[in-house]
């Protein structure tokens, strides 16, 4: 299995900025996908930016211009610094990555997707 920590979340004033970060770890042959999805209460999960393992990125119209998606120097880990953020912005974020794992007992590969358990942006003045 492969799992993803969250870091970074918190209450902030409009204006300010935060940076997320997330981890992969686990039986990971390669990752091809990472990024931030979030969710507002009473509204459905969306995304905020994705990064692959060739560096190509995609933000969500909202994030564009405030908010960057990175790899970290960390294997198998990103940054999302978000700036200028907007009450609009509170929501819980998601860490999501999917590529390929492996089972040590088999050797075999197979397909992953996985979510980590998410973490509280509050934007309020």
């Known amino acids: 299995q492969v799992q993803l920590a969250e870091s970074g979340g918190g209450l902030v004033q409009p204006g300010e900025s935060l940076r997320l970060s997330c981890a992969a770890s686990g039986n990971i042959f390669r990752v091809e996908t990472m990024g931030w999805y979030r969710q507002a209460p009473g509204k459905q999960r969306e995304l905020v930016a994705t990064?692959?393992?060739?560096?190509?990125?995609n933000y969500a119209t909202s994030a564009l211009g405030r908010f960057t998606i990175s790899a970290a120097d960390a294997k198998n880990t990103v940054n999302l610094q978000m700036n200028s953020l907007e009450p609009e912005d509170t929501a819980v974020y998601y860490c999501?990555?999917?590529?390929?794992?492996?089972?040590?007992?088999?050797?075999?590969?197979?397909?992953?997707?996985?979510w980590g358990q998410g973490t509280q942006v509050t934007v309020s003045p």
């Open positions: 990064i692959t393992s060739g560096a190509d990125t």
């Open positions: 999501y990555a999917d590529g390929y794992s492996y089972d040590t007992d088999t050797d075999l590969g197979e397909e992953f997707r996985s």
